[in-house]
């Protein structure tokens, strides 16, 4: 009983980091209808920034905001100068265009960085929270900050003309440019928005898995599970999905399948959903036109 | 001075031109009729005054040239385009679909002015107030097209371009969009643009007409001249 709650615990920890990278998958889908394969990435340079400015002397805090404030500047850049000019091709092309992005972000990582494993400070205290040892206060510290992220995607979608706005773009660009909305700024935002959560995500992800030009690959994976599960139009549905696929990824490897073969979860749940309820638990289904 | 002035407009979709030296005028509260059969280029006209096509000739608005504008930009001078098809938010709800079309309207857009716009067109479309909260894909056409303009009334507009307002529609329904769109022209002082299969309804409403057929206007003038002319009667008005 007692290992089956700190598999649990564990799970929803790293359910918290897949949910937070999913939220960032979810923000970009919903503006532009493509799943940015180079979240991961985007979210890596992120990370190193923050780290080269606490090396280069900056406090913790500082060093956050500005990462976060950076990468929303990227992402607004990467959609102007990349992804705007590709997005008139095939659809195919357009997802050759976004693995050329992930690889070129990930070469300039390690070319500026380096290959070796760097250690990343976390903002919470070393020691469980309330002598308690079933999880750490950083992981907790994850879990809160994904479920704030979620709570300021909420109103922001819900409440401010802003938010209205990007879903209304989402929803049917033409009839948008017809009440002057300025469409391609809107993608751009979507883009810095999501770049800025991606950038979070992986200071959260940092401390726990080090630093390195390959911290995101597996992920990654799992974050797609995640965005896909909980359907990759919705918010709530990134974060259930990403604690359901952190608990069923930590059980299965406790119990079923072995540390080992726990990749193949992630695989396993993207083909099943795709086949069995392709809109995800909380995914709006495509919805007719009259 | 006229409140839209289209010269010499053609305009194509890549693969020739659809239109062919449109010269058209909608006097400033005034209301133009364009009638032609399907695939006579209505739509085409009104997605060039747009800017959604590519367009040579001149559009004037307001006695300025607009003919070199991008979409939003043509929409936020006051121009509002209803669609053909209606062209809603479906995944939005009503409320929010008519909170959009005031989101870059001209004029102040603060809590009460936005107020008294959901009040004005609650006013016209008392359905759309019932269903305030119901997403606009899961509204019937009628309601669609209510929201539609609805919509356009939300940013004030000073032309309206209307896409067949009466296609796939009962009717009763039609009768009835046809007087609220009158009482729209009198008393927001609107001018209109408007496109129709439906002839006989729409004459009603005009003061301009022009007849398109394949991208050409063949006739041009006041209603009585087309109710005058027996041969144009049997084609366009079937009596
Ligand atoms: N997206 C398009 N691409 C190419 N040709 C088009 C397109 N839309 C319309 N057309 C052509 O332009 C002509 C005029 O169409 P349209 O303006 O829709 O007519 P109407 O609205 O009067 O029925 C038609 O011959 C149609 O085939
Ligand atoms: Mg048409």
């Known amino acids: 009983m007692e290992g089956l709650l700190h598999q649990v615990f564990a799970g929803l920890a790293n359910g918290a980091i897949y949910a937070s990278l999913a939220l960032a998958l979810v923000m970009i889908y919903r503006v532009t209808h493509f799943v940015n394969f180079a979240q991961g990435e985007l979210a890596l340079c992120s990370t190193y920034s923050a780290w080269a400015l606490i090396e280069a002397g900056a406090s913790y805090w500082v060093a ?4 976060v404030a950076l990468s929303f500047a990227m992402g607004v850049v990467i959609e102007r100068v990349v992804i705007r000019p590709a997005s008139r091709a095939p ?10 992005l992930m690889v070129a972000l990930n070469s300039v990582a390690g070319w500026i960085f380096g290959y070796s494993t760097l250690s990343f400070p976390s903002p919470f205290p070393a020691e469980p929270p309330f002598g308690n040892h079933y999880i750490g206060s950083h992981e907790l510290g994850v879990i809160a900050v994904t479920l704030g992220m979620l709570g300021l995607l909420y109103v922001f979608f819900r409440f401010t003309t802003l938010g209205l706005v990007l879903r209304a773009v989402a929803d049917n660009a033409e009839s948008s440019r017809l009440v002057g909305i300025r469409v391609e700024r809107m993608l751009g935002l979507g883009w810095g928005l999501a770049a800025a959560i991606g950038a979070v995500a992986g200071i959260m992800i940092a401390p726990i898995v080090f630093l390195d030009p390959s911290m995101m690959s597996g992920v990654m994976l799992y974050a797609f599970a995640a965005a896909l599960l909980g359907g990759i139009d919705s918010p709530i549905g990134a974060v259930v999905g990403g604690f359901i696929v952190g608990v069923l990824e930590n059980l299965m490897g406790a119990y079923v399948i072995g540390t080992e073969l726990k990749l193949t979860v992630a695989l396993v749940l993207i083909v099943v959903v795709l086949v069995v309820k392709p809109s995800g638990l909380f995914g709006q289904p495509v919805a007719a036109r009259v | ?10 305009a194509h979709y890549g693969c020739g031109p659809v239109l062919h030296g449109i010269s058209l005028d909608v006097a400033a509260a005034g209301v133009s009729v364009v009638l032609g059969a399907n695939g006579a280029g209505k739509t085409t006209l009104l997605r060039a005054v747009c800017g959604m096509i590519a367009r040579e000739g001149t559009v004037e608005f307001d006695g300025a040239r607009i003919d070199r504008m991008a979409t939003p930009d043509v929409a936020r001078l006051g121009i509002a385009h209803v669609p053909e098809g209606r062209g809603t938010f479906p995944n939005l709800s ?3 679909n008519l909170r959009l079309g005031a989101c870059s309207r001209r004029g102040p857009r603060d809590r009460r002015a936005i107020a008294s716009l959901f009040e004005r067109v609650y006013q016209y479309f008392p359905k759309l107030a019932q269903r305030r909260r119901q997403q606009a894909g899961t509204l019937s056409g009628g309601e669609q097209q209510m929201l539609a303009l609805g919509r356009a009334l939300m940013s004030s507009p000073k032309l309206m ?3 067949e307002p009466s296609f796939g529609l ?3 329904v039609v009768e009835e969009l046809y007087r609220i769109m009158r009482d729209i022209n009198a008393d927001e002082h609107v001018g209109i643009l408007l496109v129709e299969q439906n002839a006989a309804i729409a004459l009603d409403l005009a003061d301009q007409v022009y007849l398109f057929e394949t991208g050409r206007v063949v006739m041009a003038g006041p209603p009585k001249d087309l109710r005058g002319d027996e041969a144009l009667r049997r084609v366009y008005l079937g009596y």
Do not use: R, Y
């Open chain 1, 64 to 67: 956050f905001v500005v990462t």
């Open chain 1, 91 to 100: 659809a195919l092309s357009v997802v050759i265009v976004f693995i050329g």
């Open chain 2, 1 to 10: 001075m006229s409140l839209l002035a289209l010269a010499g407009l053609s």
């Open chain 2, 94 to 96: 009503t409320e929010e």
């Open chain 2, 161 to 163: 371009l209307l896409d």
């Open chain 2, 170 to 172: 009962a009717p009763l």
